[in-house]
């Protein structure tokens, strides 16, 4: 291993901390990742020798927050390999998607088609909801297969000449299994739809080239990233930002404003209504450096080896399921799983009392948990400073569980 | 302190399963879902011209402590009627530390949820279910 895991650690304060009478064992990264201590300095900087609004001032504040500001810009495209006239700070993923659905979709016609998938999560399903209710457009969604992939054999049946939006999970929160974007894109553009991929479980395991993807728009949330919460990034290929109308009005997103016409700024600030999230930009913009600094190729084979400790520990505990691919093949780190005649909360309210924070229920994706007629999971979630502990300490809370709960 | 939550009495009253299942002719039945966890109640009752639950039965999707209360709520809900239900939530208000006073039985078995807030309302839900049926 070509990096030093007591070091990496050693960056995340929390991850010392006592709970329940245990060493915490945070393995609920899906939901929340930690934050290193060059994100907390960052912000910590911006809020002590910086902070003032970005764009409008002209004192000294105002231009170190606003240069600060504009480099988190910077730090998020080099991340993703694109270029920062195209990146859009919002206030999440969710925030993320719903701007795309507003403002993309105020472009589509009624009858025009949106192809998504039984695997997303509800921010990738109920904007495109509320855009069918506003503007008549008709949602489709791609089956799972039993390893809880998306079906992408179903495409061919499933496009059409109408369908302009292809929007699909790119790694599950649910299942961890990733998507093969190539053929997604190869059909998609096949009828001349376009693609997003809502990268938010994918974006934690390092940085992207969004250019090989051949994609149209990305979204990913700042808290999954080891970044603050309350920001998120939207990426779209700059002749579609070109095209499409603001989502939400205000301040600097103007050119002229009178009271018979106003004109739009260019993008990125035709999506930045009012001061946006700044300290949590630049906290993003400094996790965003923090990943670009790490050995992806080790870290990534330690967060493989460790959801293989865990997929076997699992599968040696009597009753259990796993939800999701059985091998390690196009897959990250996130083993969903259910025990059988054990509700998820109450596995993970014991694993609490083993220090092991995990993450229960159905996750935002009812109709995953629908489709296998499962109430929810129960899931473990892994980052790079994650270690066999970790693993250990969950599986000897989930045998413990299985012991007193049955 | 988790281990505590699920004491003996507890896992008892969950596995009793008293009251699980349908009724072959409810008067009245009434689903509840969480719509955070997803876990769902559904109660049917039989009652009497008075209104005074004759039958209850239960069926619980949601976790150990739901059924657990469900089993508690059906083992001595019987010969009440809406008021006598609403004065047995008090009883599991008092439990879970809501409201000043020592629970009766057999919801003072649920006095270790007191400490763990976000799991209070597995223990009310079917409490609520069983309200919305008797209205
Ligand atoms: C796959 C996926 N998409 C979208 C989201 C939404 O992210 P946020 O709640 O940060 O906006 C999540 C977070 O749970 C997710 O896992």
Redesign the pocket.
Same mark, same amino acid.
């Given at each position: 291993m070509s990096f030093d895991l007591a070091a990496l650690r050693a960056q995340f304060p929390i991850l010392s901390q006592v709970v329940n009478g245990n060493p915490l064992h945070y393995l609920d990264n899906?939901?929340s990742a930690q934050t290193p201590l060059a994100v907390l300095d960052a912000v910590r900087t911006y809020e002590t020798t910086g902070r003032a609004n970005v764009v409008r001032g002209v004192h000294m504040l105002a231009e170190r927050a606003t240069e600060a500001y504009e480099g988190a810009r910077a730090e998020v495209a080099a991340f993703l390999g694109v270029v920062p006239s195209e990146i859009i700070f919002t206030?999440?993923?969710? +925030?993320?998607?719903n701007l795309v659905a507003y403002s993309y979709g105020s472009l589509l016609k009624p009858g025009d088609r949106i192809l998504l998938s039984t695997l997303?999560?509800h921010?990738?399903i109920v904007p495109w909801q509320l855009l069918r209710s506003r503007s008549g457009i008709e949602i489709d969604a791609l089956p799972v297969t039993d390893e809880g992939r998306i079906d992408l054999s179903a495409l061919p049946r499933m496009l059409t000449p109408r369908t302009k939006l292809v929007s699909l999970?790119h790694?599950?929160?649910v299942t961890g299994a990733s998507l093969d974007v190539k053929t997604v894109v190869a059909a998609a553009r096949s009828v001349g739809a376009k693609i997003m991929l809502?990268g +938010?479980?994918r974006a934690p395991h390092g940085p992207l080239d969004l250019p090989s993807l051949d994609i149209d728009f990305y979204?990913f949330?700042?808290?999954?990233v080891f970044g603050p919460?309350g920001v998120?990034v939207l990426w779209a290929r700059p002749e579609l930002l070109e095209a499409m109308p603001p989502f939400h009005g205000g301040g600097s997103m103007i050119g002229r404003v009178t009271f018979a016409e106003t004109t739009w700024a260019p993008p990125p600030r035709r999506f930045e209504a009012g001061t946006p999230p700044i300290g949590q930009a630049i906290g993003l913009g400094a996790a965003c450096k923090w990943m670009r600094g790490l050995d992806w190729m080790a870290v990534h084979a330690h967060e493989m080896a460790l959801t293989q400790r865990a997929m076997d520990g699992l599968q040696g505990i009597a009753g259990t399921r796993i939800l999701g691919p059985s091998s390690l093949q196009d897959r990250y780190p996130v083993v969903s799983f259910a025990l059988e005649g054990v509700h998820t909360h109450d596995v993970a309210q014991v694993l609490d009392s083993f220090g092991v924070a995990v993450r229960a229920g159905h996750?935002?994706a009812q109709p995953l948990m629908d489709h296998f007629d499962l109430a929810g999971t129960t899931r473990v979630s892994i980052a790079p400073y994650n270690d066999n502990g970790d693993i250990d300490a969950m599986l000897a809370g989930v045998e413990h569980a299985a012991k007193i709960l049955r | 302190m988790s281990e505590q939550l699920y004491q003996e009495r507890i896992v008892a009253l969950a596995k009793a399963k008293t009251g699980a299942g349908k009724l072959a002719a409810p008067t009245k039945s009434a689903r509840r879902d969480n719509p955070l966890c997803g876990d769902r109640v559904t109660i049917d009752v039989a009652l009497d011209a008075t209104g005074k639950i004759k039958d209850i039965a239960h069926q619980v999707r949601g976790c150990l402590l739901c059924e657990a209360s469900a089993s508690a709520l059906a083992s001595v809900a019987v010969g009440r009627d809406a008021a006598g239900i609403a004065a047995l939530r008090h009883e599991a208000d008092r439990a879970l530390g809501r409201e000043e006073g020592e629970a009766g039985e057999p919801f003072s078995a649920f006095t270790p949820v007191r400490q763990h807030k976000s799991r209070q309302d597995c223990v009310l839900l079917p409490f609520e279910a069983l309200k919305d049926a008797l209205s």
């Open positions: 899906g939901a206030g999440g993923c969710t +925030a993320a998607i997303e999560h921010s990738n999970v790694v599950s929160n809502d +938010a479980q979204v949330a700042g808290h999954k919460n998120g996750h935002c | -």
